[in-house]
Each structure stands twice: as structure tokens, then as C-alpha cells.
């Protein structure tokens, strides 16, 4: 799993990285605002550490970005700002969790655990904007009809949806949809674009799969006009 440290002091961000990559995670470390939407941009992430004083911003704008844009990336708030206020501001934010400085290691790491736990145990499926993927199933709704789509294709989808308005390269793409076959960029572009007319065909003129030059891909919300 992907993890991002936001966090401007050096020291504090190398002893998380070391004892999250002790965990087997892959660690991103961000020192500012402008860091983190880059790597939020160009990395399939599954949780963000973040703290809230940064140099050229706060934590609370990296916070409000992601949830406007609808991205559920799970976000923990790790804080010296520890009056109530500030608690209060970021769980109605959309934070997942706030762990106040000084903190203990062990803890911090069952919360980000039990942070990560958590989506298994909520209901089966993904919305995005009018579409609806029931995972089990492996069934696609658009406004209540049914959309036929391959195993690939709906692997594709799912990962794009769990990462609304994210920038998902070809290589992450390609990891998370079948480790163990031989996909190159070339297939991965062939199954999009057949998803994309798949959705097209079916009326779906609220959702958008862009591509993004150089980059990979980004799924949308747009409103009908």
C-alpha cells in the first residue's frame, strides 16, 4: 500500500517513513503543500499522514481539495495544533482520524491499520457521481440500468473510482488489475478505450475517463448541461 507523510519537519518525517516501510509500506514524503498535491497527482496513495503547519499552506487546504474534488483517500491528521477547534475542523473536514503531538508510534500505526481496515467492513460498493459499482457482483448501475463490461474493464473502473479526480499512472494501473499477467501500456490503453466506449454507448454523460498526457489517467464528475 501507498502512504504519504506530509510533514515539514525532516527528522519527524524519516522516523515515520522508517517505521511505516518496517511495515511494509511504500512511503511518499511531502515537506509542503505544493509537494503533496504533486504526489497526490501522480500516485495511487491509500492514506495520507498529514500535518497541518506547512510552510506555504495548511493541512486543512490539502484536506478541503480532496473532498471537493469527491476523492475518499483516507487522511490522518497528525498535529501539534491540538485544541479542540482545530479537532473539530478536521473531522468535519473529512478526516479520517486527528492523533495530536507528541504520539505514541505503536498507536499511530493500529490507527492508520484500523483506518485501512475500515473499507472492508462498510457496504460492498462504490458511487461516483450517478454510477454505482456493486463489488461482490461485479455489476455497474448508471441511474438504475445495468452496464456491461469485462472482468478487466470493471477492475480498471474500480480503481479509477476509489481514486475520483487522481492522476493514475499506467504502471499503477497495470499492478492493480492483475499482478501476475503480462499487460503493457499499449493493452492497458486498449482496455480504457474500449471501458470509455463501453460507457459512452450506455448513456454515461456525467463521468469522464481523461487522459492526462505523459501521466496516465484521471476519472471526472462533470454536469450536464
Do not use: C
Amino acid at each position: 500500500m501507498n502512504l504519504m507523510i506530509v510533514e515539514d519537519d525532516p527528522a519527524l518525517a524519516r522516523g515515520l517513513q522508517v517505521n511505516l516501510e518496517l511495515e511494509g509500506y511504500q512511503v511518499f514524503w511531502a515537506d509542503s503543500l505544493k509537494k503533496a498535491f504533486e504526489i497526490n497527482d501522480s500516485q495511487s496513495l491509500d492514506l495520507v499522514v498529514l500535518d497541518l503547519g506547512l510552510a506555504d499552506g495548511t493541512g486543512f487546504d490539502f484536506l478541503k481539495h480532496v473532498r471537493e474534488v469527491g476523492s475518499r483517500l483516507p487522511v490522518l491528521i497528525l498535529s501539534a495544533q491540538t485544541d479542540e477547534d482545530s479537532v473539530v475542523k478536521g473531522l468535519q473536514m473529512g478526516a479520517n482520524d486527528f492523533v495530536r503531538k507528541p504520539f505514541g508510534n505503536r498507536e499511530l500505526l493500529a490507527r492508520i491499520k484500523t483506518i485501512l481496515r475500515e473499507p472492508l467492513l462498510r457496504e460492498n460498493q462504490l458511487r461516483f457521481g450517478e454510477m454505482i459499482l456493486l463489488l461482490d457482483q461485479r455489476v455497474v448501475k448508471f441511474r438504475g440500468n445495468d452496464i456491461s463490461i469485462n472482468r478487466r474493464e470493471f477492475d480498471i473502473l474500480t480503481h479509477f473510482m476509489q481514486r475520483p479526480g487522481v492522476i493514475v499512472s499506467r504502471e499503477n494501473l497495470i499492478a492493480a488489475i492483475d499482478k501476475d499477467a503480462e499487460i503493457y501500456d499499449r493493452t492497458i490503453d486498449s482496455h480504457v478505450s474500449h471501458l470509455r466506449k463501453k460507457l459512452k454507448d450506455n448513456g454515461v454523460d456525467t463521468i469522464k475517463i481523461l487522459s492526462v498526457y505523459g501521466m496516465g489517467y484521471r476519472i471526472e464528475k462533470y454536469d450536464k448541461k
